[in-house]
C-alpha cells in the first residue's frame, strides 16, 4: 500500500488531472465546431498516467509521447493558452501551429512531440539516451507509447539497444486496452507485457494506471533507478481511454457496457473519494479547482481565437535551420 | 446503373474477389471489427470470418512481408496498410522482396500481392500522415502502380490487380473514398495498361492522377470558359506508365501540365516532365509546366496545408501561362 | 596483321553501332574498300577499310554498339598496295540514283543569317520540328511567343514553300541535331570568329553557264553551284591558309582540297560530307559526284571519310532566298565560305548603272589560324575565279 499524498500534492494532482479533463471536454466541443481539425485523440480516462508519471521526472528530463498527449504537454508546464493555439493551428501554439493536435513540441519543457507514426519515437528516446550517456549528463528520457506500439520492430529493436547499452531510458507504456480498434489478447502473443519487457533484461513492472498515487509512486522508484546508473525500464500502465479512438470512431470494437464497467474506476472521482475518506481534500477544493480550471481554459480558448495565422508566404519556413536567423 | 461512393466501389471489389476465389484474403490494421480506418471493409468480417478478414497488430513490415510470403505460396492476399505513411515501415519488404523475388529466382517464383493503401493530403493530418509517396513506389522496376481516380477504377483495378501475377501497390487518395460516381451495371472490367483520356481538347495536355483528376478536371472546365481546350489524362496506371497515350495528347497539343501531389522535386511529376521532354521534345511548344506539392513537410492549419498541395486556381495558371495566355 | 577498327568519323564520335558487315571472313579487300555500315549520331556511314588483305575474322556482331577504337575485324594483309584508294571506292556500285532535289546546296551546317547573327532564333521544338519537316528557314519568320518565339503555329503560315517528306522518326532528328548542337556549340566556344564580305558581279559566270549548258548533251549540264565550288577552289589554290585544321594549337593546312558541302536530310537534319579533290576534277564529273553525294547523303550512306575530311566547308543559303550568309566555322576546320542569293541590283559598270546579277560572298575565318587580311584575299581572289568562268 503506497503512502497518501499530503494536501499540497493531493491539490496538485486532482488539479492536474481536471484540467486534463476539462481541456479535453471543450477540445471535443472546438472540434465538433470546426475550430479543430485533423486527427484528435483524446485522453480522458487515462488523466492519472501523465499527471502521476511526470511528477516523478525532473525538469530537465526530456519527454517524448505519442499523438494522445494533450495531458502530457499540460502537467509537463507548456501553458493551456500555447497548446490550444497549436489545436487551433495558429501560429501562437506551442508548434507555431504546424503540428496541430498530433505534434505538441515544447523544447523548453523537453517536449519532444507529439509523435503520430506509431513506435517512431522509441528508438529516438534511445538515442536521446545515449547522448545523455556519452556526455556524462544525470538525466532521464521518458517514452510514452500505447501498447499498441509493443507489435512494431521498433519497440524491440530499441528496447534491446537501450538494455544492450544501459540507457537512461524509461519506457513508459500506456495500456488502454485497445490499438485503435484492436483489443490486445487480438494483437499480442503474449498479453504479459512486462514479461515480453523483462525478456530484454531490464526491470519491468505493471501498474494500475486509474489509481494516480500508485502511478506516481512507482514511476519515480523505478526513474530513480535509472537515474542511479541502473539502465532502461518499462512500466505499464493498465489505463483505458472512455473515448473513441479519435473523432472519427463507430467503436464497433467494444461494448457500452464495458466502457460503462471502465467508467466506475474514473481517476478523477475515485482519487477525490479517497482524498475526502482521508481528510486531505473537501468537494470544496474541487469547487474551487473546477472553477480556476474553467477560467483558465476560457481564457486559453480566447487566446486560440485572437490568435493569428501564419502567413502563407512563410509556408517553407523551417525546413532547414536557417544559419544565421 | 447505380451511383456509388469511391469507398463502396473498393468494398464491390473485396467482396466479388472473396466471392469468386476462395486465395483471396484481406488483412491489415483494423480491416475487421473497425472495418477499415476508411471504412472499405465495413461487414465483410461478418461475412466472410476472422480467417479470411484478418486484423494484424501494428508490424507493419511483419504483415505485408506475411502478405508476400502468403503469395509465394499460392493465396491471393490484399494487404491494405492504413496509409502510405506507414508503409515506410514496410518498404524493405515491398522493395526488396516482393518487387525483386520474381526477378532474384530467374523468374522461378512470382508474388501475386496487392498492396493497398490511402495517400495524399487535405484531412489537416499533419507532417506524418499526409504525404503522397507514389513516387517512391513508381521508382521500383518490378512494381505495378496504381491511381485509381474513379468509382469504376477502384472496383475494376482491384479486380484488375488480383489477376495479375506480380506484385501491385494501388494507392486510394483519401479524399475519394466519399466521392460518388456511376457504377455501370454490370460493373465493367478495366485493364491495366492505359492512360485514360478523361476529357478531349486541343490546347493543352493537363496530366495528372488519382486525387489530383478532380481538380484537374475543374481547371478545365474552367478553361473552356475562357476559350482554351484542354485535354486531361488520366494516367491510371503509375507503373507501367502508358506513355504512349501521354505522347499522343502531346503531339496534338504541344503543351504538357502536369499536376501531382507529391514534391516537385524528384517527384513523380519530375519523371513525366523528363518524359517528355526526352522522347516528345519535338512535339512542344512551350516548356512543360507541374503544378506539384512544395517542398515543405505538409502542415497541419488548412491555409498551410492547402497551399502545400495543387490547387486549381494554380493548374489555370500554369495551363495559361503554356498557352501563351499568361 | 592488320586491325580493323570503329573509326572515329567526328571529333564528337563517341561510339558507333555496327549495322551490316559488307564482307565475311576470307574475302581479299583492297585499301579503300567499303566493308561495313556503322551507324551513328548522324546516320548510316559507310567506312572503308585502310589495309589491304584477307579478313581473318569479324570480332563484332551486327547490331553491336561500340566504342570508338574497338577491333571490328581482323586482317591478313598482303604485299599487294596495287589499287588506288579513289580508284577502289569509285569501283563500289553506288545505290541507284534518287531524284536529286534541283539544287544541291541546301542550308549549310551552321548557317546564321543576319538578323540572328546577335543571338540564335528564339523558336519551340514543335517549331522548329515543322520548320525542318516543311523546308521553312526560321530565320524569317515572325514569332508570336513569349520574347518573340517562334512557336508552331506560326510555322505553316510561313511555309510559303512546298513541304519535304514527312520524317519517319523523331529520335533520328534528334539526333542529328545533337550532332549538329555539339559541334556548333564547340565551334562558338572554342573559335574566334572574324567575318568579312563583298558583292561578286556573277552576270559573266551565268551568261558563261547558260551558254555551256546550250551547247551540251543534258548529262553535261551544270548547275551553278559547281562554278561556285570550282571557283573556291582556284581561290584556294592562291591563298591555301584557309584550307585545313587547327589541331594541337597550330594551323595544319592541307593539300588537297575537300569542300564540304551542306546537304539537307528529308525531315530536317542535315550533313555536310566532302566532295574530294575540287580543284582536280572537271566540272562535269564535280557534276556527278555532287549528285551522288546528295543521293547517298539522303539514303544514310556516306563514307566515313567524306563525313570528316572536308578542309572547307561551303554553305549556301541562296536557294532560301537568303541575300547574306555569315556560317559557322565547323570545327577542326578553319574558315567556311557563305553564299548568298543571286540577286539582280543596279551596278557600276565601265562609270555606268546597269543591272547586273550579283550575288553576296562572305567569309568566317577562325582567327587563330588566320587574320582579316588573309580572308581579304581570299575574298578577292575568290571574285577574280567568278568572273572567269571559262578557266575553271
Ligand atoms: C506505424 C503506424 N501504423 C499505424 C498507425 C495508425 N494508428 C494510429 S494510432 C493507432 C493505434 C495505436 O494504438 P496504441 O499504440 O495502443 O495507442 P492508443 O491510440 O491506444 O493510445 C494506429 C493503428 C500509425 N499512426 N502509425
Same mark, same amino acid.
Given at each position: 500500500?503506497?503512502?497518501?499524498?499530503g494536501?499540497?500534492h493531493a491539490?496538485h494532482l486532482?488539479?492536474q488531472?481536471?484540467r486534463?479533463?476539462?481541456f479535453e471536454?471543450r477540445?471535443a466541443e472546438?472540434y465538433?465546431a470546426?475550430?479543430?481539425?485533423?486527427?484528435?485523440?483524446?485522453y480522458?480516462?487515462?488523466?492519472?498516467?501523465?499527471?502521476?508519471?511526470l511528477?516523478?521526472?525532473g525538469?530537465?528530463?526530456?519527454?517524448?509521447c505519442t499523438?494522445?498527449e494533450?495531458?502530457?504537454a499540460l502537467?509537463?508546464g507548456?501553458?493551456?493558452n500555447?497548446?490550444?493555439?497549436?489545436?487551433f493551428g495558429?501560429?501562437?501554439?506551442?508548434?507555431?501551429?504546424?503540428?496541430?493536435?498530433?505534434?505538441l513540441?515544447?523544447a523548453?519543457?523537453r517536449l519532444?512531440?507529439g509523435?503520430?507514426i506509431?513506435?517512431g519515437?522509441?528508438?529516438?528516446?534511445?538515442?536521446?539516451g545515449?547522448?545523455?550517456?556519452?556526455?556524462?549528463?544525470?538525466?532521464v528520457?521518458a517514452?510514452?507509447?500505447g501498447?499498441?506500439?509493443?507489435?512494431?520492430?521498433?519497440?524491440?529493436?530499441?528496447?534491446?539497444?537501450?538494455?544492450l547499452?544501459k540507457?537512461?531510458?524509461?519506457?513508459?507504456c500506456?495500456?488502454?486496452?485497445?490499438?485503435?480498434g484492436?483489443?490486445l489478447?487480438?494483437?499480442?502473443?503474449?498479453?504479459?507485457?512486462?514479461?515480453?519487457a523483462?525478456s530484454y533484461?531490464?526491470p519491468?513492472?505493471s501498474?494500475?494506471?486509474?489509481?494516480?498515487?500508485a502511478?506516481?509512486t512507482e514511476?519515480r522508484?523505478?526513474?530513480?533507478?535509472?537515474?542511479a546508473?541502473?539502465g532502461?525500464?518499462?512500466i505499464e500502465?493498465k489505463?483505458y481511454?472512455?473515448?473513441?479512438?479519435?473523432?472519427?470512431?463507430?467503436e464497433?470494437?467494444?461494448?457500452?457496457?464495458e466502457?460503462d464497467?471502465?467508467r466506475?474506476?474514473?481517476?478523477?472521482?475515485?482519487?477525490?473519494?479517497r482524498m475526502?475518506?482521508a481528510?486531505?481534500?473537501?468537494e470544496?477544493d474541487?469547487?474551487?479547482?473546477?472553477?480556476?480550471?474553467?477560467?483558465e481554459?476560457?481564457?486559453?480558448?480566447?487566446?486560440?481565437?485572437a490568435?493569428?495565422?501564419?502567413?502563407i508566404?512563410e509556408?517553407?519556413r523551417d525546413v532547414y535551420t536557417?544559419?544565421?536567423? | 446503373m447505380s451511383?456509388v461512393t469511391f469507398?463502396e466501389a473498393?468494398?464491390?471489389?473485396?467482396?466479388?474477389?472473396?466471392?469468386?476465389?476462395?486465395r483471396v484474403f484481406?488483412m491489415?490494421?483494423?480491416?475487421g471489427r473497425?472495418?477499415?480506418s476508411y471504412?472499405?471493409?465495413?461487414?465483410?468480417? /461478418?461475412e466472410?470470418?476472422?480467417?479470411?478478414?484478418?486484423d494484424?497488430?501494428l508490424? /507493419?513490415s511483419?504483415?505485408?512481408g506475411?502478405g508476400?510470403?502468403a503469395?509465394?505460396?499460392?493465396m491471393?492476399?490484399i494487404?491494405?496498410v492504413?496509409?502510405v505513411?506507414?508503409?515506410l515501415l514496410?518498404?524493405?519488404?515491398?522493395i526488396?522482396?516482393?518487387?525483386?523475388l520474381? *526477378?532474384?529466382?530467374?523468374?522461378?517464383?512470382?508474388?501475386?500481392?496487392?498492396?493497398?493503401m490511402?495517400?495524399g493530403a487535405?484531412?489537416q493530418l499533419?507532417?506524418q500522415?499526409?504525404?503522397?509517396w /507514389?513516387?517512391?513506389?513508381t521508382?521500383?522496376?518490378?512494381l505495378?502502380?496504381?491511381?485509381?481516380?474513379?468509382v469504376?477504377?477502384?472496383?475494376?483495378?482491384?479486380?484488375?490487380?488480383?489477376?495479375?501475377?506480380d506484385?501491385?501497390?494501388i494507392?486510394? *487518395?483519401?479524399?475519394?473514398y466519399?466521392?460518388?460516381?456511376e457504377?455501370? /451495371?454490370?460493373?465493367?472490367a478495366?485493364?491495366?495498361?492505359?492512360?485514360?483520356v478523361?476529357r478531349?481538347?486541343?490546347?493543352v495536355?493537363?496530366?495528372t *492522377?488519382g486525387?489530383?483528376l478532380r481538380r484537374?478536371t475543374?481547371?478545365?472546365?474552367?478553361?473552356a470558359?475562357r476559350?482554351?481546350s484542354?485535354e486531361?489524362?488520366d494516367?491510371?496506371v503509375l507503373?507501367?506508365?502508358d506513355?504512349?497515350?501521354v505522347?499522343?495528347?502531346?503531339?496534338?497539343t *504541344?503543351?504538357a501540365?502536369i499536376?501531382?501531389?507529391?514534391?516537385k522535386?524528384?517527384?513523380f511529376?519530375a519523371?513525366?516532365?523528363?518524359?517528355?521532354?526526352?522522347?516528345?521534345?519535338?512535339m512542344?511548344d512551350?516548356p512543360?509546366?507541374?503544378?506539384?506539392g512544395?517542398?515543405?513537410?505538409?502542415p497541419?492549419?488548412?491555409?498551410l496545408?492547402?497551399a502545400s498541395?495543387?490547387?486549381t486556381a494554380?493548374?489555370?495558371?500554369?495551363?495559361?501561362?503554356?498557352?501563351?495566355h499568361? | 596483321m592488320?586491325?580493323?577498327?570503329?573509326?572515329?568519323?567526328?571529333?564528337?564520335m563517341e561510339?558507333?553501332?555496327?549495322?551490316?558487315?559488307?564482307?565475311?571472313?576470307?574475302?581479299a579487300?583492297?585499301?579503300?574498300?567499303?566493308?561495313a555500315?556503322?551507324?551513328?549520331?548522324?546516320?548510316a556511314?559507310?567506312v572503308?577499310?585502310?589495309?589491304?588483305?584477307?579478313?581473318?575474322?569479324l570480332?563484332?556482331?551486327e547490331g553491336?554498339?561500340?566504342?570508338?577504337?574497338?577491333?571490328?575485324?581482323?586482317?591478313?594483309?598482303?604485299e599487294?598496295?596495287?589499287?588506288e584508294?579513289?580508284?577502289?571506292?569509285?569501283a563500289t556500285?553506288?545505290?541507284p540514283?534518287?531524284p536529286?532535289a534541283t539544287?544541291?546546296?541546301?542550308?549549310?551546317p551552321a548557317?546564321?543569317?543576319?538578323?540572328?547573327?546577335?543571338?540564335?532564333v528564339m523558336?519551340?521544338p514543335?517549331?522548329?520540328?515543322l520548320?525542318?519537316e516543311r523546308g521553312?528557314?526560321?530565320?524569317g519568320v515572325t514569332?508570336?511567343?513569349?520574347?518573340?518565339a517562334?512557336l508552331?503555329?506560326?510555322?505553316p503560315?510561313?511555309?510559303?514553300k512546298t513541304?519535304h517528306?514527312?520524317?519517319?522518326k523523331?529520335?533520328?532528328l534528334?539526333?542529328?541535331r545533337r550532332?549538329?548542337?555539339?559541334?556548333?556549340?564547340?565551334?562558338?566556344?572554342?573559335i574566334?570568329?572574324?567575318?568579312l564580305g563583298?558583292?561578286?558581279?556573277?552576270?559573266g559566270?551565268?551568261?558563261?553557264?547558260a551558254?555551256?549548258?546550250?551547247?551540251?548533251?543534258?548529262p553535261e549540264r551544270?548547275?551553278?553551284a559547281?562554278i561556285w565550288l570550282k571557283a573556291?577552289?582556284?581561290?584556294?589554290?592562291?591563298?591555301?591558309?584557309v584550307?585545313?585544321?587547327?589541331q594541337?594549337d597550330?594551323?595544319?593546312l592541307?593539300?588537297?582540297i575537300?569542300l564540304g558541302?551542306a546537304v539537307?536530310?528529308?525531315?530536317?537534319?542535315l550533313?555536310a560530307?566532302?566532295?574530294?579533290?575540287?580543284d582536280?576534277?572537271?566540272p562535269?564529273?564535280l557534276m556527278r559526284?555532287?549528285?551522288?553525294l546528295?543521293?547517298?547523303?539522303r539514303?544514310?550512306?556516306?563514307r566515313?571519310a567524306e563525313?570528316?575530311?572536308?578542309t572547307?566547308?561551303?554553305?549556301?543559303?541562296?536557294e532560301?532566298?537568303?541575300?547574306?550568309v555569315?556560317g559557322v566555322?565547323?570545327?577542326?576546320?578553319?574558315?567556311i565560305v557563305?553564299?548568298?542569293?543571286v540577286?539582280?541590283r543596279?551596278?557600276v559598270?565601265?562609270g555606268?548603272?546597269?543591272?547586273r546579277?550579283v550575288?553576296?560572298?562572305s567569309?568566317?575565318g577562325?582567327?587563330?589560324?588566320?587574320?582579316g587580311?588573309t580572308g581579304?584575299?581570299?575574298?578577292?581572289a575568290?571574285a577574280?575565279?567568278?568572273?572567269a568562268?571559262e578557266?575553271l
Amino acid at each position: 500500500m503506497t503512502a497518501l499524498p499530503g494536501r499540497g500534492h493531493a491539490l496538485h494532482l486532482l488539479t492536474q488531472m481536471v484540467r486534463i479533463r476539462r481541456f479535453e471536454e471543450r477540445c471535443a466541443e472546438l472540434y465538433s465546431a470546426g475550430k479543430i481539425r485533423g486527427f484528435l485523440h483524446l485522453y480522458i480516462g487515462e488523466e492519472a498516467v501523465a499527471t502521476g508519471a511526470l511528477r516523478a521526472l525532473g525538469p530537465d528530463d526530456a519527454l517524448l509521447c505519442t499523438y494522445r498527449e494533450h495531458g502530457h504537454a499540460l502537467v509537463r508546464g507548456v501553458p493551456m493558452n500555447k497548446v490550444m493555439a497549436e489545436m487551433f493551428g495558429k501560429q501562437e501554439g506551442c508548434s507555431r501551429g504546424r503540428g496541430g493536435s498530433m505534434h505538441l513540441f515544447d523544447a523548453e519543457h523537453r517536449l519532444y512531440g507529439g509523435n503520430a507514426i506509431v513506435a517512431g519515437h522509441l528508438p529516438l528516446a534511445v538515442g536521446m539516451g545515449l547522448g545523455d550517456q556519452m556526455a556524462g549528463r544525470q538525466r532521464v528520457t521518458a517514452c510514452f507509447f500505447g501498447e499498441g506500439a509493443i507489435a512494431e520492430g521498433e519497440f524491440h529493436e530499441s528496447m534491446n539497444l537501450a538494455a544492450l547499452w544501459k540507457l537512461p531510458v524509461l519506457f513508459a507504456c500506456e495500456n488502454n486496452g485497445y490499438a485503435m480498434g484492436t483489443a490486445l489478447a487480438r494483437s499480442e502473443s503474449q498479453t504479459a507485457l512486462t514479461v515480453k519487457a523483462a525478456s530484454y533484461g531490464m526491470p519491468a513492472v505493471s501498474v494500475d494506471g486509474m489509481d494516480v498515487v500508485a502511478v506516481e509512486t512507482e514511476t519515480r522508484a523505478i526513474v530513480d533507478a535509472i537515474r542511479a546508473g541502473g539502465g532502461p525500464a518499462f512500466i505499464e500502465y493498465k489505463t483505458y481511454r472512455f473515448r473513441a479512438h479519435s473523432m472519427f470512431d463507430a467503436e464497433l470494437y467494444r461494448d457500452k457496457a464495458e466502457v460503462d464497467e471502465h467508467r466506475k474506476r474514473d481517476p478523477i472521482p475515485s482519487f477525490l473519494r479517497r482524498m475526502i475518506a482521508a481528510n486531505t481534500l473537501t468537494e470544496e477544493d474541487l469547487a474551487h479547482i473546477e472553477a480556476k480550471v474553467a477560467e483558465e481554459l476560457s481564457e486559453a480558448v480566447a487566446f486560440a481565437e485572437a490568435g493569428t495565422w501564419e502567413p502563407i508566404e512563410e509556408l517553407t519556413r523551417d525546413v532547414y535551420t536557417e544559419v544565421g536567423a | 446503373m447505380s451511383e456509388v461512393t469511391f469507398r463502396e466501389a473498393v468494398r464491390m471489389a473485396l467482396r466479388e474477389s472473396m466471392h469468386a476465389d476462395e486465395r483471396v484474403f484481406l488483412m491489415g490494421e483494423d480491416v475487421g471489427r473497425y472495418g477499415g480506418s476508411y471504412a472499405c471493409s465495413m461487414g465483410l468480417l /461478418e461475412e466472410f470470418g476472422e480467417a479470411r478478414i484478418r486484423d494484424t497488430p501494428l508490424s /507493419e513490415s511483419g504483415f505485408v512481408g506475411a502478405g508476400i510470403g502468403a503469395a509465394l505460396v499460392g493465396m491471393k492476399p490484399i494487404v491494405e496498410v492504413m496509409t502510405v505513411n506507414f508503409s515506410l515501415l514496410a518498404l524493405d519488404q515491398i522493395i526488396n522482396n516482393a518487387a525483386t523475388l520474381r *526477378h532474384m529466382s530467374g523468374g522461378q517464383v512470382n508474388v501475386p500481392v496487392v498492396i493497398r493503401m490511402s495517400t495524399g493530403a487535405g484531412k489537416q493530418l499533419a507532417a506524418q500522415h499526409s504525404h503522397s509517396w /507514389e513516387a517512391f513506389y513508381t521508382h521500383v522496376p518490378g512494381l505495378k502502380v496504381l491511381s485509381p481516380a474513379t468509382v469504376v477504377d477502384a472496383r475494376g483495378m482491384l479486380l484488375a490487380a488480383l489477376d495479375d501475377p506480380d506484385p501491385v501497390v494501388i494507392f486510394e *487518395h483519401s479524399g475519394l473514398y466519399n466521392m460518388k460516381g456511376e457504377m455501370p /451495371e454490370p460493373p465493367p472490367a478495366v485493364d491495366l495498361t492505359h492512360a485514360r483520356v478523361a476529357r478531349e481538347g486541343t490546347d493543352v495536355t493537363l496530366i495528372t *492522377h488519382g486525387g489530383c483528376l478532380r481538380r484537374t478536371t475543374e481547371a478545365a472546365a474552367a478553361l473552356a470558359e475562357r476559350g482554351i481546350s484542354a485535354e486531361v489524362l488520366d494516367l491510371r496506371v503509375l507503373r507501367p506508365l502508358d506513355w504512349n497515350t501521354v505522347f499522343e495528347s502531346v503531339a496534338k497539343t *504541344h503543351r504538357a501540365v502536369i499536376v501531382d501531389e507529391g514534391w516537385k522535386s524528384w517527384g513523380f511529376s519530375a519523371e513525366v516532365s523528363a518524359r517528355i521532354a526526352e522522347d516528345a521534345f519535338w512535339m512542344l511548344d512551350a516548356p512543360v509546366r507541374r503544378v506539384a506539392g512544395v517542398e515543405v513537410p505538409i502542415p497541419y492549419p488548412t491555409h498551410l496545408e492547402q497551399a502545400s498541395i495543387p490547387q486549381t486556381a494554380q493548374v489555370i495558371a500554369a495551363a495559361l501561362e503554356v498557352v501563351g495566355h499568361g | 596483321m592488320g586491325d580493323f577498327v570503329m573509326p572515329s568519323l567526328g571529333a564528337d564520335m563517341e561510339r558507333g553501332i555496327l549495322n551490316e558487315w559488307l564482307v565475311k571472313p576470307g574475302d581479299a579487300v583492297a585499301k579503300g574498300d567499303i566493308i561495313a555500315v556503322v551507324e551513328t549520331d548522324k546516320g548510316a556511314i559507310e567506312v572503308e577499310v585502310w589495309s589491304a588483305g584477307v579478313i581473318e575474322e569479324l570480332c563484332v556482331d551486327e547490331g553491336t554498339d561500340t566504342p570508338v577504337g574497338t577491333v571490328l575485324a581482323r586482317i591478313r594483309e598482303t604485299e599487294n598496295p596495287a589499287s588506288e584508294p579513289s580508284a577502289a571506292a569509285t569501283a563500289t556500285p553506288s545505290p541507284p540514283p534518287e531524284p536529286v532535289a534541283t539544287t544541291p546546296a541546301p542550308p549549310a551546317p551552321a548557317p546564321s543569317a543576319p538578323a540572328e547573327a546577335r543571338g540564335r532564333v528564339m523558336a519551340s521544338p514543335w517549331a522548329r520540328h515543322l520548320a525542318a519537316e516543311r523546308g521553312v528557314a526560321l530565320t524569317g519568320v515572325t514569332g508570336s511567343g513569349p520574347l518573340g518565339a517562334v512557336l508552331g503555329r506560326d510555322v505553316p503560315a510561313a511555309a510559303a514553300k512546298t513541304a519535304h517528306p514527312k520524317p519517319d522518326k523523331v529520335d533520328q532528328l534528334a539526333a542529328m541535331r545533337r550532332a549538329v548542337a555539339k559541334a556548333m556549340a564547340r565551334s562558338k566556344r572554342e573559335i574566334p570568329h572574324y567575318y568579312l564580305g563583298t558583292d561578286v558581279d556573277v552576270t559573266g559566270a551565268l551568261a558563261w553557264l547558260a551558254r555551256r549548258n546550250a551547247s551540251v548533251p543534258p548529262p553535261e549540264r551544270l548547275l551553278p553551284a559547281v562554278i561556285w565550288l570550282k571557283a573556291v577552289a582556284a581561290a584556294i589554290r592562291k591563298v591555301p591558309q584557309v584550307n585545313g585544321f587547327w589541331q594541337d594549337d597550330a594551323l595544319r593546312l592541307s593539300e588537297p582540297i575537300h569542300l564540304g558541302f551542306a546537304v539537307s536530310l528529308r525531315g530536317g537534319g542535315l550533313v555536310a560530307p566532302a566532295l574530294h579533290d575540287v580543284d582536280q576534277r572537271t566540272p562535269v564529273e564535280l557534276m556527278r559526284a555532287m549528285t551522288d553525294l546528295v543521293t547517298r547523303a539522303r539514303r544514310g550512306r556516306l563514307r566515313g571519310a567524306e563525313m570528316t575530311d572536308a578542309t572547307l566547308t561551303v554553305t549556301s543559303m541562296g536557294e532560301r532566298g537568303v541575300e547574306r550568309v555569315d556560317g559557322v566555322i565547323y570545327p577542326p576546320q578553319v574558315a567556311i565560305v557563305g553564299l548568298g542569293k543571286v540577286v539582280e541590283r543596279p551596278w557600276v559598270v565601265d562609270g555606268e548603272v546597269a543591272v547586273r546579277k550579283v550575288m553576296h560572298v562572305s567569309l568566317a575565318g577562325d582567327h587563330r589560324a588566320h587574320d582579316g587580311h588573309t580572308g581579304g584575299l581570299f575574298l578577292n581572289a575568290l571574285a577574280d575565279a567568278l568572273s572567269a568562268p571559262e578557266a575553271l
